[in-house]
């Protein structure tokens, strides 16, 4: 098994996977770590397009199987090794439409905000300024569904720890470095350092 990945949001979900299943008490095979040099572009080779044609990390190859998508590859781990990541019953599809919701919404406009916040140079200032209030009052608004949804649970599905938590913790995680202020949202706040 491999895992071909970066230092970014959707890169740490499966590094975070593969600690949460081995503290789980699962005897994961033998799995190897290859950093793609994004600077680069090594997500662009014949190589790495072989596995995963959208050109975006991670990509999980496990043995004649390559699964693209970070959700993806987290429901991938989640059914290959059973545990309470990806629970049975109702409380599997209450993990699975929240898990969705991250690669759907919280994803897309935490990347977009960030990438205006700290990246996006070249953009007409009239231009990143009216992106940065979108993509900051989008992210704002998603906070305070996820602060109700965290209201009386330690977890996003309740209280124990799924995949759902996994792939939102490394986006919310970085609000600072996103400038989207979640200190007032105190269910979420609160969720962060108790997942870290």
Known sequence: MELWTAATPNGWKVTIMFEELIEAGIKLPDFKIRTIN??????????????????????????DSSVMESCAILQYLGEKYQTALLPDGEGRWQTLQWLYWQAANVGPVFGNKLSYTRYMDDVDPEQKEHRLKRFGGEALRLMGVLDRQLAGRDYVCGNNLTIADIALYPWVRGYKWSKVDITPYENVFNWVSRVR
């Open 38 to 63: 994004l600077g680069k572009g090594e997500q662009f080779t014949d190589e790495f397009t072989k596995h995963c044609p959208n050109a975006k990390i991670p990509v999980l190859i496990d043995g």
